[in-house]
């Protein structure tokens, strides 16, 4: 322990803590802008500078070790005039057309200066305007508004391994982006959106698709209908004022229909018909000697990453459709045919935790007729949010609604894709009891819970025991597949997800995604779990009901037919 | 020498960067990086070509533009600002008929600033590749280039 004065306050504080922590455990705001909880960027920008008694210059707190007998000022009128004057000058750099911006109130530059009490900047615009990079279907660069914070590189750098953005050039001239400045589809860029979802301003959003989903739902000739992951129920509250991970799951289908679909329905049900198709394939390619460790395939920054850097274990990818594809062929193929609609009047709408999902649904191996996406236009949990502000939906008045049929009825095993590891445990809840063919005593698997970047699970499977593993973030993932590429991996199955917490955690979350928003929305995801009446994906009675139906059963002909794809080398 | 011979010297660590990249240019009579290179030198070191690209942009005395046989470089640091009675800058300009950042036509010459380049005790200076010329006047830099435009001829 230590002691310290901050602005006369005596604290005493545990060793190693920055300045910034120090104060905040006191309840004293040092305002930064950089500074990003798990990201590794420190004294950037400066706006943390604070005066030490002794020291020459300031001293930007969120860099500082807090000394013992330090006497630290946050407020002089020195202090407060660097923060303004920093402020105004990123303020001249920068495209501050505040009222037309997609982070219009929820920009954190715009937050600093309203709290800075910047009420006129001294400095001129310098300002040079450079085009947009909208060429690819998930993420938009615009670095007129960019304010070179250093966020988006670290996240693709460090958390992701991906390095496509970094910093070029140098001092006045220093930009953020890809090599050559090039648009983000020339890159090997997996578009799972961390950088967006942590770019304090508006340089990094997703493509925003409401227009067109508004003109769809107002199209009398269209038969619009829309699913929502597992991911977005634990995660949309937040954008409307309501505290982190709450499950807003009947609320969500009320706000939807009023908004005008009138076809409501979950992804959570493809989910258990993801694992009914995988859960086979996996224990096909144990019994027939399969190209093993298989690997899981519902993430589209993970497909990204794998088909443009490691090609060659593209084998060890599971053939099956993502939850989201899957019910975009059902849609077009099945429930076209039993409600006797033509695939080409039918709207599919997804709202997906991910930018990558935008790209994926664009992909042409996901085309069933007439070369028209099964899914037609994804939305970020953020853009739903957007159409819910613009109608003005209040989250608060509105009834709840089950979601409709025939894809409502979901389990609690569905749920879990929304966090890294729930597809395995969803998988190894019905692998094993197919396989063993006895009830499991204990269907939590807590080892492959949690943020951990990799975590491991051994079971039983017909008197054999296989090891899995779970990893999430893509620099994990990396670690996976280079023991795959060397042939010294352990594992029998493995779950990727690109982004950290997996979907919870995904780029086209609500802002502010730190580790502390992403234990609420696990700890969410659970409580559902534990709440459905099914739990087990192989329980859920309206999947073996379109088994019997339509697709035969798992891995049959038709089930491959509709519900699995292939992979191959990009770029 | 080719390019991958240039690689094969060094080993394929990312320390290695900049001593690469800094002996292609030398290696170029139009002194810079091309794309393909960038490409090229990222793969040996098995480093983004973001990295590349990021340290070769970061540096101004490396180039991503063809630039002319021989770099002037004048320095626009205090000393030489201070003691520069004619303009070593618009003289340079005028004389070669372009601006900073440009290439004469003839390929020559690229006109570049620097900052302090350790002459500051015969300021005003500039460097002509890595040779410095000090104690400039109007008449001296007139014979520099001529110098130079005579050996090249």
Not at chain 1, 73 to 87: D, H
Not at chain 1, 118 to 135: A, G, M, Q, T, Y
Request: one cysteine or more; a negative charge.
């Amino acid at each position: 322990m230590m002691n310290a004065m901050i602005n006369n306050v005596s604290v005493e504080v545990e060793d190693g803590l920055t300045i910034l922590e120090a104060a905040r455990k006191y309840n004293i705001n040092i305002p930064t802008l950089c500074h990003y909880p798990e990201l590794h960027i420190n004294s950037d920008c400066r706006i943390c500078s604070v005066e030490i008694d002794g020291r020459k210059g300031l001293k930007t707190a969120c860099s500082t070790p807090i000394k013992d007998g330090m006497n630290i000022i946050t407020n002089s009128p020195r202090v407060l005039n660097a923060r303004k004057t920093i402020t105004e000058l990123i303020l001249a750099n920068h495209d501050a057309n505040c009222t037309a911006c997609t982070r219009n109130l929820n920009c954190e530059l715009q937050s600093l200066a309203k709290n800075l009490g910047i009420d006129i900047n001294r400095f001129p615009s310098v300002l040079e305007r450079k085009p947009l990079d909208l060429l690819n279907p998930s993420l938009v660069r615009n670095s007129n508004r960019c304010i070179k914070c250093g966020r988006c590189v670290d996240v693709c750098k460090n958390v992701q391994a991906m390095h496509v953005l970094e910093t070029m050039h140098r001092g006045h001239e220093m930009t953020v982006g890809p090599a050559f400045d090039e648009p983000l589809n020339d890159q090997t860029c997996t578009f799972c959106g961390q950088c967006a979802n942590v770019c304090p301003v508006g340089a990094i959003m997703e493509k925003d698709n409401t227009d067109v989903v508004w003109e769809k739902l107002h199209d009398p000739s269209v038969y619009v209908m829309v699913q929502i992951a597992p991911a977005v129920r634990v995660a949309i509250g937040e954008t409307l004022d309501h505290e982190n991970g709450l499950i807003s799951n009947g609320k969500l289908v009320s706000a939807l229909r009023h908004l005008g679909f009138d076809h409501i329905y979950d992804t959570n049900f493809t989910a258990d018909l993801t694992i009914m198709e995988e859960g086979t394939e996996l224990i096909d390619r144990i019994m027939n000697g399969g190209v093993l460790p298989m690997m899981t395939s519902c993430c589209p920054g993970w497909i990204n990453f794998a088909e443009q850097r490691h090609p060659n274990i593209i084998d060890h990818i599971s053939s099956c459709k993502s939850p989201q594809q899957m019910f975009g062929t059902l849609a077009k193929t099945y429930y076209a045919d039993k409600s006797n609609i033509d695939s080409r009047d039918i709207y599919v709408v997804s709202v997906m935790p991910c930018t990558a999902k935008k790209y994926e649904a664009t992909r042409k191996e996901f085309r069933s007729f007439y070369d028209i996406p099964d899914v037609d236009i994804v939305l970020t949990t953020r853009e739903l949010s957007k159409m819910f502000r613009q109608m003005g939906v209040d989250f608060d008045l509105i009834k709840e609604e089950p979601f409709d049929n025939p894809f409502g009825i979901t389990t609690g095993a569905a749920q879990l894709f929304g966090a890294s590891g729930g597809v395995m445990e969803a998988a190894l809840r019905t692998v094993y009891e197919i396989v063993n063919k006895k009830p499991l005593v204990d269907i939590n698997f807590e080892s492959v819970r949690g943020l951990q970047g990799i975590k491991e699970a051994t079971v039983d499977l017909g008197g054999k025991e296989i090891k899995v593993a779970v990893s999430n973030g893509l620099a994990n993932t990396k670690t996976l597949v280079e023991q795959i590429e060397a042939g010294t991996s352990p594992y029998t199955f493995i779950e990727i997800m690109a982004c950290p917490g997996g979907c919870i955690g995904g780029g086209g979350q609500p802002y502010g995604t730190t580790n502390d928003v992403r234990e609420a929305r696990l700890a969410s995801t659970y409580f559902i779990d534990e709440e459905m009446v099914c739990r087990k994906s192989h329980e859920n009675e309206m999947i073996l009901a379109l088994y019997e139906d339509y697709l035969d059963e798992p891995n049959s002909e038709q089930a491959h037919h509709l519900l699995h794809t292939y992979y191959e080398a990009r770029k | 020498m080719q390019i991958i011979d240039v690689l094969k010297k060094y080993p394929a660590s990312q320390t290695s960067l900049l001593e690469i990249l800094l002996e292609i240019d030398r290696l170029k009579d139009n002194h810079y990086i091309s794309k393909e290179e960038v490409h090229m030198i990222s793969e040996y070191l098995g480093v983004r070509t973001s990295h590349v690209y990021s340290v070769l942009t970061f540096y101004t005395l490396l180039s991503t533009e063809p630039r002319g046989k021989h770099i002037i470089q004048v320095c626009k640091d205090i000393p030489c600002y201070v003691n520069d009675a004619f303009d070593v800058r618009k003289t340079l300009e005028k004389m070669l008929n372009m601006s900073v950042g440009q290439t004469s036509r003839d390929g020559l010459f690229t006109l570049e600033e620097t900052a302090c380049i350790g002459c500051c005790d015969e300021a005003p200076a500039m460097l002509i590749d890595l040779e410095p010329y000090t104690n400039l006047t109007r008449d001296k830099i007139e014979r520099i280039l001529a110098s130079y435009r005579e050996v090249t001829l």
